[in-house]
């Protein structure tokens, strides 16, 4: 049943977020909402047989939100750092 879910979850991530506010930081606050959500299925239900496997999928996770914040601190453009740094910041 978790496979139904995470194909929601990627279906949320990229086909519903172009109906909600396109191109404004709503968007990637929904995104952010819905990585979340994410991250506590991963974390409570461990849907891999292997613990090792759950443990990356929910870094996975984390990495997601991460990207996304990044994303919204750039579009809101608080962070104080030029796009060029902010890039070099994002490889890393």
Do not use: H, N
Not at 1 to 23: D, N
Not at 40 to 55: Q, R, S, T
């Amino acid at each position: 049943w978790f496979e139904v879910f995470e194909c929601f979850r990627r279906l949320a991530l990229t086909g519903l977020l172009i109906f909600i506010m396109p191109g404004t930081a709503s968007q990637i606050v929904v995104a952010m909402i819905i990585s979340l959500i994410s991250i506590k299925a991963y974390g409570y239900y461990e849907p891999f047989v292997e613990d090792a496997d759950d443990y990356i999928a929910e870094i996975s996770q984390y990495a997601i939100f991460l990207t996304l914040l990044s994303a919204l601190m750039l579009k809101v453009d608080e962070t104080g750092v030029d796009e060029t740094a902010m890039g070099i910041m994002l490889l890393f």
